[in-house]
Antibody
């Protein structure tokens, strides 16, 4: 069964850091680019960051560039998002998602998300 | 950044009827467009990629069309489980991937 399971979310104060993880199983992790997509409460979807299958390329939304870092560990079939200098507007459900092939395209599959709340 | 605009924001349709959802891009994305369905408390589910290709396991009543800047998601013979939020997404301008703001499909 294809599965993406996120973890690491929680309540954090503004300006602090948090690291999200996503464990992948049921598919060949190396064949996929991986991404983080977030959804603020009651709002739509926002792509946050992506990383190519071999970690050779990363991309970020302007809203997080310079504060967030995406990485992956092929040996552990895991994806990470290091989030620094967190702001209230980073509060959201963070989904891990995959895109196939060498480019960033459509997202499938998705995890169930981990909630990040930035508040004092 | 390519801005994706979905219309209407809310669409009210009766079960058994057809729903037509629209997505417009601020510049051409050729056929690099996907559609997702999201139900409350669930992750989005891929419906359509490449503007018109159904994802694995998606019923034939879902169809996508369009290219360039204008796209349509059509759902024929609406079932109760189809009432949800729908999002379009462009991946032409990667890594700057953008979503539309969503359309809520509700029961009339």
């Amino acid at each position: 069964e294809v599965q993406l399971v996120e973890s690491g979310g929680g309540l954090v104060q503004p300006g602090r850091s948090l690291r999200l993880s996503c464990a992948a199983s049921g598919f060949t992790f190396d064949d996929y680019a991986m991404h983080w997509v977030r959804q603020a409460p009651g709002k739509g979807l926002e792509w946050v960051a992506g990383i190519s299958w071999n970690s050779g390329y990363t991309g970020y939304a302007d809203s997080v560039k310079g504060r967030f870092t995406i990485s992956r560990d092929t040996a552990k079939n895991s994806l990470y998002l290091q989030m620094n200098s967190l702001r209230a507007e980073d509060t959201a459900l963070y989904y891990c998602a995959a895109t196939s092939g060498t480019s960033f395209n459509w997202f499938d599959p998705w995890g169930q998300g981990t909630l990040v709340t930035v508040s004092s | 950044e390519i801005v994706m605009t979905q219309s209407p924001a809310t669409l009210s349709v009766s079960p058994g009827e057809r729903a037509t959802l629209s997505c417009r891009a601020s510049q051409s994305v050729t056929s690099n467009l996907a559609w997702y369905q999201q139900k409350p408390g669930q992750a989005p589910r891929l419906l359509i990629y490449g503007a018109s290709n159904r994802a694995t396991g998606i019923p034939a009543r879902f169809s996508g069309s369009g290219s360039g800047t204008e796209f349509t998601l059509t759902i024929n013979i609406l079932q109760s489980e189809d009432f949800a939020f729908y999002y379009c997404q462009q991946y032409f301008n990667w890594p700057s991937i953008t979503f539309g703001q969503g359309t809520r499909l509700e029961i009339k």
